[in-house]
């Protein structure tokens, strides 16, 4: 054999055996999951590369006395622009074929299958409520139930204060379930049941009660949700439900600190969007929250106590979108797109958080080599429930080619968006 020739068949087999491992680190890879399930049940694995972003590629197959079995998936959550790298929750629904013993489920990406993890199938059992929210609210009213245990199965039975059945409207979540409270229901208690007929044989949880209210009633404030931003800036008010902001006439929070409390309006009831006093200090401020209705005030919410930052948060942008376009994501990653496309006399409609009062204390600075163009913005949904887009309109005569976008605040905060926006002639 001579010399290249050996050559040549080592560079073959390094090559395979460099695309094998490439297939390996691309399969997907199962590294949590619930060891023990029943028939229906609504599982979430845990994991690399299992699709979560591309649903129509993400496969889950559950094997079972040799036989296999497709698995419904329904949604999850990855890092935005890192689908190979970072770590993925997949929600899966098992069959309804399956029963009583050992079983194992493969994730399928792309061709690829991940090894083999095991779980027990046990005898169907009732899902244990753990928190539901909100627990009174106006007809139209989203109920989330969390829980564990739940079936794809599983059925809401909802009633009212004299037993009779009350159609409503269902959906699903991702830690439980939710529905909603019919548009014409009464003010009254409706009583709410989780079970199942089939699988479950008619057993059901013990009910829980939701009073439906048309009276003014206080938002649910998480604070964990709530981005920190420093005295003069504006916040926004997280919460578990909007819907009492709905009907707000209007909607008030309290600061509390050293001693001093300080009421502040929303400028639109429906938008827990606040402008935070200027005289207070970084750190610790006591903060509740009211609305307003008929005229009448609910009772404040329960005092939460969130952090002012000793520095100005910028404006943020985090993704970018055309009129009739599907938006690009701003996230770091290998993913991301390398520039953003658009023609003179584009929308743009760009996503984010402002710590501002509204879309007059924004610019849009567009910057290359001897020039800049400053652009005014308006917010595109004003009747909305957050402040969180902004729109720009690019002018007619702009010139082609890449520009650097800058979204700079009034009080001199900016955030550079990480690609270039390139300017190309309109397709005819």
Sequence with gaps: MTLQRLQFLL????????????????????????????????MELKGFRLGSGELESAKIFVIQNEIEMPAFTTGGSGITNNSLNKPQTLQVILPEEVVPGRAQIVAERRGLRSV??????????????????????????????????????????????EGRPVEHG??????????????????????????????????????????VTNEALPLEVVPEWIKAVAPGQWIDIQSSSLAPLEHSEQTEISFKQAGREIIVNAPLPQ???????????????????????????SSWSEPVTIQLSDKRLPPYVQGLRLEKGTWVDMSPGPDRATRFSAAPGDLVTIHGQFPVAGPDSLKVLLVRLGDVVELDVTDPYEKDQWFGDVRMKLPAHIGRGNWQMILRATDGTEHVVPIPIRISAKNP
Excluded: Y
Aim: glycine share 10%; proline share 10%; net charge neutral.
């Design 11 to 42: 560079a073959c087999t390094l090559l395979v055996a460099s695309l094998a491992a490439a297939q390996t680190r691309d399969a997907p890879v199962v590294n949590d999951w619930p060891h023990s399930a029943t028939v229906t049940s609504v």
């Design 116 to 161: 083999p993890v095991t779980i027990t199938i046990t005898e169907w059992t009732p899902p244990i409520i753990k928190r539901v929210t909100p627990t009174s609210g106006p007809p139209g009213t989203i109920v989330g139930i969390e829980c564990d245990n739940f079936h794809g199965s599983d059925e809401i039975e909802l009633t009212d204060g």
């Design 170 to 211: 269902g959906g699903g979540a991702t830690n439980g379930t939710a529905f909603g409270v019919p548009k014409d229901s009464p003010e009254g208690v409706l009583r709410i049941r989780l079970g199942n007929r089939k699988f479950g044989k008619g057993q059901f949880t013990p009910p829980f009660e939701f009073m």
């Design 271 to 297: 938008r827990p969007h606040f402008e935070v006093p200027a005289v207070l200090l970084r750190g610790d401020v006591e903060v509740q929250v009211r609305t307003w209705r008929h005229g009448r005030a």
